[in-house]
C-alpha cells in the first residue's frame, strides 16, 4: 500500500514539472483565467520578450471588474475602461484565447463562470490574476491567485515557479443552525484563524458541515480563503462535485465522462493523510456572523456587542482603535440595529443562483426600507437567466430592489457601482477594507445574501433567524 | 536573467499599521488602466487625504526615501501587482517589515524588490531610530541578512529561495521557466484532463 496522500499532495506532486534552483517548485498549471485587469500589462510583457502564449487552449478569458451593470452598451461610458475592454479582446484575439465576453452569453465573474462552464474540475491546477482564484478549490482544484508577472509567466509557460504551502485541515463537524451560511461558515473560520493565521497554508476545508453542502456552498467557503492569509482552499471532491460537472459545456461526455469521474475521486485525499496541521470548529456554535471593521477578520455574531477596549489584546488595540474611529462604533456598542444605507447581493462570493433563491426568499417577506439604495447582481449572464426563468428577478423588482446585469459591481470600486462619502453598506462581498467600495470614507458591513436583503428591508442590521 | 539584488541602501520612511490592504495602497479606481506608467503618485492616495498631509508619505523627512518600513501583514488583501508596482515608482526600492502577505511578498520579488522581516524589537528600534533622525541610511544587505541602521546591525530574514533568486538575479521567473523546455508539454501529456479524457 503506498502512503496515504492529501490531494494537496497528489495534486501538486502530478503537476511539477522540475524543482528550481532557489529551491521553488515549477508547476504546471491547468486552467489559467484571465480579466481585463491584471492581464494588460502581462500581454505587453509577453510581446516585449518576443514569447507567444504557450498554451492557449488552457487559457480563458472575460470581462467583470470594470464592466458596468446598468448598461453594458459598447463603447462603454467610461473610456478607461472601454479601453480595457478592447486591450483584453485585442490580446484573446492575437494570442489564440477563447475569450466570454457580453455578447457570448457566458460572460461573468471569472470565479463564477469556471465553475458552471465545467471549466473548473477535481485534480486541476487553476491560476488567475485575482487573489479569489482560492474559488476554485471548492471542486478539489489547487487555485492559485497571481500577480500580473505571474499572468506573464503562466502566460509564457503554462507554469508558476512556487513555494510549496503547508496544509491545514480545518474541520467543520455537526451542522449548521437555522439561517447560518457557508459566507458565516467562513467569516467564522476567519475570525477564529486571524486574517493573517493561514500565511503560508492551503486550507483543506472538511467534516460533516463541508460534506453536507452543495457546490456553490463550497465555492463560497474555498473563496474567502485568503482573506484569513490563505492563498489556497479547497475540498474533497466526492459525488456532489461529480454530479454538479455532469453535463456541464467544458466537461467530458459519454465514456470520457466515466474516465474523467474515476480521475476526479482519485484525486481526494487518502484516509489517514498527513496535514501539517489541525483545527477543529463546531458547526453548531457559528452564528450569522457580520463584520464591523476593516479586515474580514473583525467580525461578530449577529447578537454580539463589540469587545470593549479592556478585553482587547494589547498588540491589537491600535487596529481595533481604528477599525472602531473609521467606522464609527465605540467599544461594547452592538452591532444588530446599525443603520445602513446600501445594500449589495452579488460578487464571487454569493452572486450564484442558489444565493439569489435565498435573498428572494427573504425579499418576499417585505419592502426595501425608505432611503436604502439596494442593488441584486447576478454573478454571470448565465445566472441571471436562470434567475429570470424562476421569477426571481420580479420578486426582487417588486420589493424594491435593482435588478442589475453581470459583473462584479460593488464588490470592488472599478465601475460606476460605488458608495458615496461615509454610506454603510450591508454586503455580500468578501472585503471590508477602507475604501474598497468606492467611497473613500465608505463603510462595508460583510454578511451573508440572506442577512443582507434582511437588512435591506428593516433599514438596519437585523438578525436573519427573526426574519426567517 | 534580471539584475543582481544584493544590497538596497537608502534613507527609510516609517509607516505604522497592521494589516495594510492592497486597497489602501492603490485604490482599485486606479487600476483602470493598460499600463503601470504612471501610478507611483497614485500610492496610499485614499489614506493620504484623509490624513491631510500627516501621512508618512507626505512627510517631508522622509522625502526620496528608498525603503519603506512597515508592520504586520503588509499588503494583504488583492493580488493586484499594481500595489507594489506604485510603490516601485513612487521610489521604494526594497521593504522591512513585522510580516508580508503571500502574493504581495511574491509580487515583489517578480521585481528585484526585497521583503524582509525583522523581529518584533529590532522593527520597533528601526522604527524609532529612523523617525528620530530620518537622514541615516537604512542599508538591507541580503548577503548578509542584515538591516543596518543608526541602531546597528540586526538580523533580518527573508525566505531562502527569494534570498537566492535576487542575490543570483533569477527573479524574473518566466526566464527561469521556460528553461524547462520540453518537460512542460511532459507533464501537459502526463494529466488526463489536458487531453479531455480521451474523448
Ligand atoms: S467580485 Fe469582487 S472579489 Fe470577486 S473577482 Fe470581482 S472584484 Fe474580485
Redesign the interface.
Known amino acids: 500500500m503506498p502512503a496515504p496522500k492529501s490531494l494537496f499532495t497528489k495534486v501538486w506532486d ?5 524543482e ?5 517548485t ?1 508547476l ?1 498549471i ?1 486552467l489559467h483565467l484571465i480579466h481585463e ?2 492581464s ?2 502581462a500581454f ?2 509577453l510581446r516585449e ?1 518576443g ?1 507567444r502564449v ?2 492557449p487552449q ?1 487559457t480563458f478569458a472575460t470581462v467583470d ?2 464592466i458596468p451593470t446598468d448598461s453594458q452598451r459598447r463603447p462603454l461610458a ?1 473610456s ?2 472601454e ?2 475592454l478592447q ?1 483584453l479582446e485585442r490580446n484573446c484575439a492575437d494570442f489564440g484565447i477563447k475569450l466570454f465576453d457580453v455578447p457570448s452569453g457566458k460572460q461573468g465573474i471569472v470565479h463564477v463562470i469556471g465553475p458552471e462552464l465545467g471549466l473548473t ?1 477535481p ?2 491546477t487553476v491560476a488567475c ?3 479569489h ?1 482560492s474559488t476554485h478549490g471548492a471542486f478539489g482544484a489547487i487555485a492559485f ?6 499572468v ?2 503562466v502566460l ?6 512556487l ?1 510549496r504551502p503547508k496544509v491545514r485541515r480545518i474541520e467543520v463537524s455537526g451542522k449548521l443552525a437555522g439561517g447560518v451560511y457557508a459566507k458565516d461558515v467562513i467569516l467564522h473560520v476567519i475570525r477564529r484563524l486571524g ?2 493565521g493561514g ?2 497554508f492551503a486550507y483543506e476545508y472538511g467534516g460533516a458541515v463541508i460534506d453536507a453542502m452543495s457546490m456553490e456552498e463550497r465555492l463560497t467557503v474555498c473563496n474567502m480563503s ?1 482573506e484569513g ?1 490563505a ?1 489556497v482552499g479547497y475540498v474533497n471532491p466526492d459525488e456532489i462535485a461529480v454530479d454538479y460537472l455532469r453535463g456541464r459545456e467544458f466537461v ?3 465514456a ?2 466515466d ?2 469521474a474515476a ?1 476526479w475521486r482519485s484525486t481526494a485525499s487518502d484516509a489517514g493523510a498527513h496535514y501539517d496541521e489541525r483545527v477543529e470548529l463546531a458547526g453548531r456554535e457559528i452564528p450569522p456572523t457580520v463584520t464591523w471593521g476593516i ?1 474580514p477578520g473583525q467580525a461578530l455574531g449577529v447578537d454580539e456587542a463589540l469587545p470593549h477596549m479592556s478585553q482587547v489584546p494589547d498588540a491589537d488595540r ?2 481595533f482603535a ?1 477599525a472602531c474611529e473609521f467606522m464609527g462604533f465605540a467599544p461594547g456598542q452592538h452591532i444588530a440595529g446599525t443603520k445602513i444605507d446600501v445594500a449589495f447581493v452579488g460578487s464571487c462570493t454569493n452572486g450564484r443562483i442558489s444565493d439569489l433563491r435565498e435573498a428572494a426568499r427573504v425579499a418576499r417577506r417585505g419592502k426595501v426600507a425608505p432611503g436604502v439604495r439596494a442593488l441584486i447582481v447576478p454573478g454571470s449572464q448565465q445566472v441571471a437567466k436562470q434567475a429570470e426563468a424562476e421569477g426571481l428577478h420580479e420578486i426582487f423588482r417588486s420589493a424594491g430592489f435593482q435588478w442589475r446585469e453581470a459583473g462584479c459591481s460593488m464588490c ?3 465601475n460606476p457601482d460605488k458608495l458615496q462619502g461615509r454610506e454603510i453598506c450591508a454586503s455580500s462581498s468578501n ?1 471590508n ?4 467600495q ?1 467611497s ?2 465608505g463603510r462595508t458591513l460583510l454578511m451573508s445574501p440572506a442577512m443582507v436583503v434582511a437588512a435591506a428591508l428593516a433599514g438596519k442590521v437585523v438578525d436573519v433567524r427573526e426574519v426567517l | 536573467m534580471a539584475a543582481i539584488v544584493e544590497r538596497v541602501q537608502g534613507t527609510g520612511c516609517v509607516l505604522r499599521g497592521d494589516d495594510i490592504d492592497t486597497d489602501r495602497i492603490i485604490p482599485a479606481r486606479y487600476l483602470r488602466c493598460v499600463t503601470f506608467d504612471g501610478i507611483g503618485q497614485y500610492s496610499f492616495e485614499d489614506d493620504r487625504k484623509q490624513a491631510k498631509g500627516n501621512h508618512a508619505l507626505d512627510d517631508k523627512r522622509f522625502a526620496g526615501a528608498g525603503i519603506l518600513i512597515v508592520g504586520r501583514n503588509f499588503g494583504c488583501g488583492s493580488s493586484r501587482e499594481h500595489a507594489p508596482q506604485a510603490l516601485m515608482r513612487f521610489g521604494f526600492n526594497a521593504f522591512i517589515g513585522a510580516s508580508f502577505a503571500e502574493i504581495f511578498a511574491g509580487n515583489c520579488t517578480a521585481l528585484g524588490l526585497p521583503c524582509v522581516t525583522l523581529g518584533e524589537r529590532d522593527l520597533a528600534a528601526l522604527m524609532d531610530g529612523v523617525e528620530l533622525d530620518p537622514t541615516q541610511q537604512v542599508v538591507v544587505d541580503l548577503a548578509a541578512r542584515t538591516v543596518t541602521s543608526r541602531a546597528g546591525s540586526m538580523p533580518a530574514t527573508i525566505r531562502d529561495g527569494t534570498r537566492k533568486a535576487l542575490l543570483e538575479g533569477s527573479w524574473n521567473a518566466a526566464v527561469v521557466l521556460i528553461e524547462a523546455g520540453d518537460a512542460i508539454e511532459r507533464t501537459a501529456r502526463s494529466l488526463p484532463y489536458v487531453s479531455g479524457f480521451g474523448a
Open positions: 502530478a503537476h511539477t514539472v522540475r528550481l534552483p532557489d529551491g521553488q515549477q504546471f491547468g485587469v491584471t494588460p500589462q505587453a510583457q520578450m514569447l504557450r498554451f488552457q471588474h470594470i467610461d478607461l475602461a479601453e480595457m486591450h474540475q485534480g486541476m490574476g485575482d487573489s482564484t491567485g497571481i500577480g500580473t508577472s505571474q506573464r509567466d509564457a509557460t503554462q507554469c508558476l515557479a513555494n486574517v493573517n500565511v503560508g485568503i492569509g492563498r467530458a461526455k459519454g470520457a465522462f474516465r474523467a480521475y479586515n491600535a487596529g481604528e470592488l470600486a472599478m472585503r477594507f477602507k475604501g474598497r468606492g473613500p470614507t
